[in-house]
């Protein structure tokens, strides 16, 4: 049986390496994200791996194009249900909480929680008729609190109770709900952290390198397993020490 996996915020950084890691590993992988180069970013993984991908437009926290986007990938692979969920989409708007405005939080609630609740809802009805699912949800090291991160953090900190409450309630139905936090991972989203700044977090970090998406995308596939049957509700750090 092929397992079928969505991947949101699949364009580029941790959730492009996770459709590149699933599609090798024999998965077909449905890529979803806001930009319009998502089939071809589809494309380039085939190209990789000689495995299935396709890619479709979707905004996270919109609840009707999430639904559409289901909708639209189940029908073109002639399916009813989807086996895994990545929700990775993200997004910063870093700011001072006395300097942050109304639509800097909502921005970023809307994409990380909103997001989250909204690609979920599709998929775990399917999940539950067959008795079988994978749920990975993207948290971070802000969870924790950081400074300028106040939308975020709090977004981050709600995906964090989120799992755990889903993977008390779908446990029996076979679906494990776990979370990834990764620390300072070397993408499009912390490209534009000043040097300064990036060389005072590495120095930080006891393994004094940045994390790749590679490395997170090891952990999802490993979670979107067989062999990851009894971890449920587990927060995972790939941080290189970041929070000890």
């Known amino acids: 049986m092929t397992r079928i996996a969505i991947i949101t915020g699949a364009g580029s950084g941790i959730g492009y390496a996770t459709s590149v890691k699933l599609a090798s590993k024999g998965y077909t992988v449905i890529m979803g994200d806001i930009r319009d180069n998502i089939q071809e970013k ?4 085939e190209a990789k791996t000689k495995g299935k991908a396709i890619g479709l437009r979707v905004n996270v926290a919109d609840w009707n194009s999430c639904r559409e986007f289901y909708e639209s990938a189940l029908k073109i692979l002639g399916v009813d249900h989807v086996d895994i969920l990545v929700n990775n989409a993200g997004i910063i708007r870093d700011a001072l909480f006395v300097k942050m405005t109304p639509e800097q939080w909502d921005e970023v609630i809307k994409v990380h929680l909103y997001g989250t609740f909204n690609m979920t809802k599709q998929v775990v009805e399917g999940m539950i008729k067959y008795n079988w699912g994978r749920i990975i949800n993207m948290s971070s090291a802000s969870w924790q ?4 991160q ?10 964090i109770g989120f ?3 889903l993977a008390r309630e779908l446990g029996k139905y076979n679906i494990t709900v776990n979370a990834i936090v990764p ?3 070397d993408t499009p989203m912390t490209a534009s952290v000043p040097e300064k700044v990036r060389n005072m977090i590495i120095d930080r970090i006891p393994m004094k390198r940045m994390g790749t998406p590679e490395e997170v995308a090891n952990i999802i596939a490993f979670l979107s397993s067989e062999e990851a049957s009894y ?6 750090e790939v941080t290189g020490g970041l929070v000890l």
């Open 42 to 45: 589809a494309k380039e993984v």
């Open 183 to 185: 620390g300072f991972i």
């Open 145 to 148: 609190g950081n400074i300028g």
């Open 163 to 165: 799992t755990k409450t």
């Open 231 to 236: 971890i449920n509700g587990a927060v995972i």
């Open 150 to 159: 106040a939308n975020y953090a709090a977004a981050k900190a709600g995906i």
